[in-house]
């Protein structure tokens, strides 16, 4: 991983055409700019990790679980 | 060709539906073919079944049936990655997780799978809408639109008139889709 060093207001140039600004820094809280082409994709690590976890749980899933649904439906 | 899995045993499947994920899904890089499982009971709920790991299958189903204004944009990148032009032509399915408490049961509206209906290229996309959930809860709006469907049986299999989308942007409301499911050879088995 390449790693830099910056200081408030200074900024990291990625390809010519993303620009990554430190805006503030809080504490342990860093605050980034980012400024890039509309159809760059950009999110927090947290939701691919969520997503993740999510796929993970969804392909355990047991067909068995659904019959309570299934008898839920049939009560009526 | 004839795929075993640890659900459903073994299924014929047509090579025209096989799906390909390139990239696999998150947590599922490795796989990348799948096919789509219709057990056919009454949950309305497919399964996205891995070709090569037959533990492997994915509870879907077409955020529609729980969630009516459910509508999503696609850069045009992400339309080009599966050689799009618009989403008349995909199929979109939700996954769900499916917990011992099945009330519990959640749909990742954030992270859709995406299907070129016609090259059969898929691909689990990331949308940047930050509205929408990657568990969002649809147990009772499931259950109110099973009954609704059970009361008409043929709506099932129906597929409606293709939607008018507009040229000029990729977003359309998941109306209508075609799902290429696949029926387990054994209709009959207790599942």
Do not use: C
């Amino acid at each position: 991983m390449l790693v830099l060093t910056r200081k408030l207001g200074e900024s990291i140039a990625i390809d010519d055409h993303i620009k990554i600004v430190v805006v503030s820094i809080k504490g342990k809280q860093v605050r980034l700019g980012i400024k890039a082409p509309k159809e760059t994709k950009i999110h927090r690590e947290e939701v691919y990790k969520a997503i993740q976890d999510q796929n993970e749980e969804a392909a355990q899933s047991d067909i068995t679980s659904l019959s309570d649904l299934t008898s839920d439906l049939n009560k009526k | 060709m004839k795929f075993n899995t640890t659900r459903f045993g073994e299924l014929e499947v047509d090579k025209k539906d096989i799906l390909n994920f390139a990239e696999g899904l998150l947590g599922f890089e490795q796989l990348t073919k799948f096919f789509v499982v219709d057990p056919g009971d009454q949950t309305l709920i497919l399964w996205l079944q891995s070709v090569d790991d037959p533990k492997v299958a994915f509870p879907i189903l077409e955020p529609k049936i729980f969630k009516s204004d459910y509508s999503i944009k696609l850069l045009p990148s992400e339309l080009q990655s599966l050689s799009l032009e618009s989403l008349s032509d995909a199929t979109i399915y939700a996954i769900l997780t499916i917990p011992k408490n099945v009330t519990d049961m959640s749909a990742n509206l954030k992270a859709p799978i995406i299907i070129n209906n016609k090259t059969k290229n898929a691909r689990q996309i990331v949308l940047q809408d930050s509205k929408l959930e990657v568990r969002f809860n649809m147990y009772i709006e499931l259950k109110r639109s099973i009954v609704a469907f059970a009361s008409d049986d043929s709506k099932r299999t129906k597929v409606s008139a293709p939607q008018v989308v507009s040229n000029t942007t990729s977003e359309i409301s998941t109306e209508k889709v075609e799902a290429p499911a696949t029926k387990p050879a054994n209709n009959t088995k207790e599942l």
